[in-house]
């Protein structure tokens, strides 16, 4: 597997480990009285999940619609992940708001790159898996 597949499957792991780990941590947190400990493994599981999915997806043998999918979640993955720390780490945001914002670019970008990869403009590697 080349470095930018094992970078995609890396980012979109830990951006649906830090996404669904938040939101079920703050949806449990009236009813749960350590509610990290309900969001945790919640989105651990989602993480590894995810990362399975976009390993799959963008492995030689994959269909391209499968390659479309993994793509997008992994261009999602990245871009929270810059976002994320850039506006936190960078301009000093709120958490809150800092992961807010990188989802928010996470899904244009995820958006943009199934639709690129649809139109045909993808060539070279991201289209033919390697």
Do not use: C, K
Request: aromatic share 8%.
């Amino acid at each position: 597997m080349r470095l930018r597949n094992v970078a995609l499957v890396v980012a979109s792991g830990i951006a649906a480990f830090l996404v669904v780990g938040v939101l079920a941590t703050e949806l449990a947190a009236p009813y749960v009285e350590f509610s990290l400990f309900v969001g945790i493994p919640v989105g651990l599981v989602a993480g590894v999940a995810t990362a399975a999915i976009v390993a799959l997806g963008l492995g030689p043998a994959a269909e391209p619609g499968r390659r479309r999918v993994a793509l997008s979640l992994g261009t999602f993955g990245v871009a929270l992940i810059v976002v994320l720390f850039g506006a936190a780490g960078g301009f000093g945001t709120g958490t809150v708001i800092a992961l807010v914002a990188g989802a928010i670019v996470g899904l244009v970008a995820a958006t943009a790159a199934y639709f690129w990869f649809d139109s045909g403009q993808a060539t070279g590697a991201v289209a033919h898996g390697r």
